[in-house]
Every structure is written in structure tokens, then in C-alpha cells.
């Protein structure tokens, strides 16, 4: 057995605990400078830089075309330039190959809902919740069309009966509460 004087031992320790810290400290500097396309594509939403998050998730698919999350992104991303059409398209395929992602239900809903589509968006909320009970804004977007299909019941009993004392009260009642929906997503 060899012993090392307490000198010795202390430079060593030193040695160690730089060489570990300097190794940390480039892994740190190395993903801070470039991380995974996710994390860019991250980091580019964050600054709003909506183009080259498109870019990013576009060239990520080329390699990984069935990457869920990094299509989600896409989706949003077009969103968020105005591509609805191509966003609608990925969140309605996406919905099909993953119908268990609540998120992608919810917006696919808010796309229809947007259309007028109401009897879908309802149901593309109602998938969203029925995996994933406790996501807040799919209970709140659920709310919505169903005050709108609300609306539209009362719509047509007054086109079919006329419109009653207790009817218009309660589609006056209505009116405030559907203004408050009417901010697009």
C-alpha cells in the first residue's frame, strides 16, 4: 500500500476537483451554445422568432418525420404565421396517428371551433379530456362551445316556435358570455 503525505493528498484532491469542475463547466458551455433541435426549437419560440422555429422543426423532420412533439411545434408554429390551413392539416393527422394526445385534440378543437365547426370542436375537446381530466383550458374550451351550441339550440326554437318571454331572457342572458369566447386562440 502506498501512502501519500498530506501535501500530496491535498494537490491531488485539488487536481481532481479542477478536472471534474473544468468538464462540467464545458458540458455546460456546450449546451448553452447548442443544444438538441427540441431545445432550439424552444429557445427560438421563446424569442418569438417564429420563422426560424418553423426552420428548425422542418429540418428535424426530414430525419424524424413521425416525431410527435417536434410536429406539434409545427403546427403552432404555423399558427402563429398564419398558415392555418397547413397547421389544421397536421393537427388533424396528428390527432389520428396519436389520439391519446390531449393537447393536440385541444387544438385541433380550437381550429374547428375557429370554422364554426362546433359539433366536432366539442368532440375534439371531449377526446382531449378523456385523456387528460384535469387539463384546465380543454374544460374551459369545452365551456365555450357549449354555451355557442347553447346558442344555437335557442336559435332554433325560437325559429320554431317564436321566441317566448323566458327564451329571450335566456338568450339575452347568453350574450356577455359569448363575447367573452369570441378572442381568437
Known amino acids: 500500500m ?4 498530506g501535501s500530496k493528498l491535498f494537490l491531488l484532491c485539488v487536481f481532481v476537483l479542477v478536472g471534474a469542475t473544468s468538464v462540467q463547466a464545458q458540458t455546460v458551455t456546450q449546451q448553452t451554445y447548442k443544444g438538441t433541435p427540441h431545445d432550439e426549437v424552444q429557445k427560438s419560440m421563446m424569442r418569438r422568432d417564429w420563422n426560424n422555429a418553423l426552420w428548425i422543426t422542418e429540418e428535424y423532420l426530414q430525419e ?13 408554429l404555423l399558427e402563429q404565421l398564419k398558415r392555418n390551413d397547413e397547421a389544421f392539416d397536421t393537427y388533424l393527422e396528428l390527432s389520428r396517428e396519436y389520439p391519446e394526445l390531449a393537447e393536440v385534440q385541444n387544438n385541433l378543437g380550437v381550429m374547428l371551433a ?4 362546433m359539433d366536432e370542436a366539442r368532440q ?3 377526446n382531449a379530456l378523456r ?3 384535469d387539463y384546465a383550458i380543454a374544460h374551459e374550451n369545452l365551456g365555450d362551445i357549449l354555451m355557442h351550441l347553447a346558442q344555437r339550440s335557442y336559435d332554433k326554437a325560437i325559429r320554431l316556435r317564436g321566441a317566448d318571454k323566458s327564451l329571450k331572457q335566456k338568450t339575452t342572458a347568453l350574450q356577455p358570455a359569448l363575447q367573452l369566447t369570441l ?3
Not at 64 to 76: E, N, S
Not at 114 to 117: C, E, K, S
Open 131 to 133: 385523456n387528460n381530466p
Open 64 to 76: 424524424q418525420p413521425r416525431d410527435p412533439q417536434m410536429r406539434f411545434w409545427r403546427a403552432r
Open 114 to 117: 375557429a370554422q364554426g365547426r
Open 124 to 126: 375534439a375537446f371531449e
Open 2 to 5: 502506498t501512502w501519500v503525505s
Open 183 to 185: 378572442n381568437p386562440p
